[in-house]
């Protein structure tokens, strides 16, 4: 099972790289193509980001379904081969709609994020899914290492050369996967439509009465975290000055340290905290993270304290572990399909919220200028969070 296991990981990496490698070049891209001021390009980037995660949120649990009826092997294989001819498609875009419709396609197959995390579910123990999720989210933080490392590096070529780069990692990938990747569903489950869509799906898990407090305590915390690939170029453009270089060097910092805390560190928390402890860990880190970033005026300190703010990513695998737990087997694809559609659904709203209130703090004419607002937003979403955790019962796992 190791190299399925590295086929999956490589896969969540991509997936990440794939959004990394285009973030530090994406307002110089925006205004390329539309002749706009930054402001306003934050806002257009707003509109792909949330184009994607609409898609995202309407093909998570169809995705997750198929993979539960067809199985893990042939959705990922198929996703795969859709994502390289997207990104072909828009490395050559020279219109704003052709990037429009690249990320629509992108939210589609960006969607089988849930059947990875479906895949970890079949080989997993209970009591290892939470610190095996945290491999996924440990992968996501290297790919969004190498991304923004590699998108600002590449930026040097022009700003269509991310995307040529994210089109043949997945070509690659799709061939690695044809060659290692077996089949590890076992328990495979008719595909009904009143549960291949999103409406149905949450209705079908928000029947557990445990899992509906920690599935709202899941959107807030998306919606918050969305606060970095939403606003952090823009952010640090207008705070600090920082070029393309800069921003993916940031990102890619903050990457390594995440990849560090999901997988390994968390493994420890776990331990030491139990599932419930780290979530609470998580959300106090972050919000003492938020505000610091919020308020933070020296570049210098912002890229020192970037890493730190990874301690606190341990919420989101700590709670899909308690979910995963409480869910049967031949649902675990529909689980983490709903996940999914519950984060897409979270960066529908994030990056509309976060890019509209940096437009107002940031504008030229701003009545107080202070870029850092969209992070005291976030703040404020991790007393929510808190608030419902602490209204929660604790519940032997079903």
Same mark, same amino acid.
């Given at each position: 099972?190791?190299?399925p296991?590295?086929?999956?990981?490589?896969?969540? %990496?991509i997936?990440?790289?794939?959004?990394?490698?285009?973030l530090?070049?994406?307002?110089?891209?925006?205004?390329?193509?539309?002749?706009?001021?930054?402001?306003?390009?934050?806002?257009?980037?707003?509109?792909?980001?949330?184009?994607?995660?609409?898609?995202?949120?309407?093909?998570g649990?169809?995705?997750?379904?198929?993979?539960?009826?067809y199985?893990?092997?042939?959705?990922?294989?198929a996703?795969?081969a859709? *994502?390289?001819?997207?990104?072909?498609? *828009?490395?050559l875009?020279?219109?704003?709609?052709l990037?429009l419709?690249?990320?629509?396609?992108?939210g589609? $197959?960006?969607?089988?994020?849930?059947?990875a995390?479906?895949?970890?579910?079949?080989i997993?123990?209970?009591e290892?899914?939470?610190?095996?999720?945290? *491999?996924?989210?440990?992968?996501f933080?290297?790919?969004?290492?190498?991304?923004?490392l590699?998108g600002?590096?590449?930026?040097?070529?022009?700003?269509?050369?991310?995307?040529?780069?994210?089109?043949?990692l997945a070509?690659?990938?799709?061939?690695?996967?044809?060659?290692?990747m077996?089949? +590890?569903?076992?328990?495979?489950?008719?595909? +009904?439509?009143?549960?291949?869509?999103?409406f149905?799906?949450?209705?079908? %898990?928000?029947?557990?009465?445990?899992?509906?407090?920690?599935?709202?305590?899941?959107?807030?915390?998306? $919606?918050?975290?969305?606060?970095?690939?939403? %606003?952090?170029?823009?952010f640090?453009?207008?705070?600090?000055?920082?070029?393309p270089?800069?921003?993916?060097?940031s990102?890619?910092?903050?990457? %390594?340290?995440?990849?560090?805390?999901?997988?390994?560190?968390?493994?420890?928390?776990?331990?030491?905290?139990?599932?419930?402890g780290?979530v609470?860990?998580?959300?106090v880190?972050?919000?003492?993270?938020?505000?610091?970033l919020?308020?933070v005026?020296?570049?210098?300190?912002?890229?020192?304290?970037?890493?730190l703010?990874?301690?606190?990513?341990?919420v989101?695998?700590?709670v899909?572990? *308690?979910?995963?737990?409480?869910?049967?087997?031949?649902?675990?694809?529909?689980?983490?399909?709903v996940?999914?559609?519950?984060?897409?659904?979270?960066? $529908?709203?994030?990056?509309?919220?976060?890019?509209?209130?940096?437009?107002?703090?940031?504008?030229?004419?701003?009545?107080?200028?202070?870029?850092?607002?969209?992070?005291?937003?976030?703040?404020?979403?991790?007393?929510?969070c808190?608030?419902?955790?602490?209204?929660?019962?604790?519940?032997?796992?079903?």
């Amino acid at each position: 099972m190791r190299l399925p296991l590295v086929f999956v990981l490589l896969t969540t %990496v991509i997936d990440s790289m794939g959004i990394g490698l285009i973030l530090p070049v994406m307002p110089a891209l925006l205004r390329e193509i539309a002749n706009i001021p930054l402001s306003e390009a934050a806002l257009y980037g707003g509109v792909l980001a949330t184009a994607f995660a609409i898609m995202l949120f309407l093909c998570g649990p169809v995705v997750g379904a198929l993979s539960d009826r067809y199985g893990r092997r042939p959705i990922m294989l198929a996703s795969l081969a859709v *994502m390289a001819l997207d990104y072909l498609v *828009m490395a050559l875009a020279g219109a704003f709609w052709l990037l429009l419709v690249g990320r629509i396609v992108g939210g589609m $197959v960006a969607a089988t994020q849930a059947t990875a995390m479906a895949f970890m579910a079949d080989i997993s123990k209970p009591e290892e899914k939470a610190a095996r999720f945290g *491999m996924i989210g440990a992968a996501f933080g290297v790919g969004f290492v190498l991304g923004p490392l590699l998108g600002g590096l590449l930026a040097e070529f022009g700003t269509r050369a991310p995307f040529f780069a994210a089109a043949a990692l997945a070509a690659m990938n799709l061939v690695f996967g044809y060659v290692v990747m077996p089949e +590890t569903n076992r328990n495979r489950r008719p595909l +009904t439509l009143a549960r291949a869509n999103p409406f149905g799906a949450f209705r079908q %898990v928000g029947q557990t009465p445990e899992l509906r407090p920690l599935l709202i305590l899941f959107f807030l915390y998306q $919606v918050a975290f969305f606060v970095y690939p939403a %606003v952090w170029a823009y952010f640090t453009e207008a705070r600090f000055g920082w070029e393309p270089s800069m921003i993916g060097a940031s990102l890619a910092a903050f990457g %390594v340290s995440m990849a560090l805390v999901q997988g390994w560190l968390i493994r420890y928390v776990l331990k030491w905290l139990g599932e419930r402890g780290t979530v609470i860990y998580g959300l106090v880190f972050n919000f003492f993270a938020f505000l610091v970033l919020a308020l933070v005026q020296s570049g210098t300190v912002a890229l020192l304290f970037v890493p730190l703010t990874a301690l606190g990513a341990v919420v989101t695998p700590a709670v899909q572990g *308690m979910m995963s737990r409480r869910t049967a087997d031949d649902s675990q694809g529909e689980l983490q399909g709903v996940l999914s559609s519950t984060a897409a659904l979270a960066t $529908v709203i994030s990056p509309l919220v976060m890019t509209q209130v940096f437009a107002v703090f940031a504008a030229e004419d701003a009545a107080y200028f202070m870029p850092g607002a969209p992070f005291l937003v976030s703040m404020a979403l991790m007393v929510a969070c808190g608030a419902v955790l602490l209204g929660t019962r604790r519940v032997a796992p079903a």
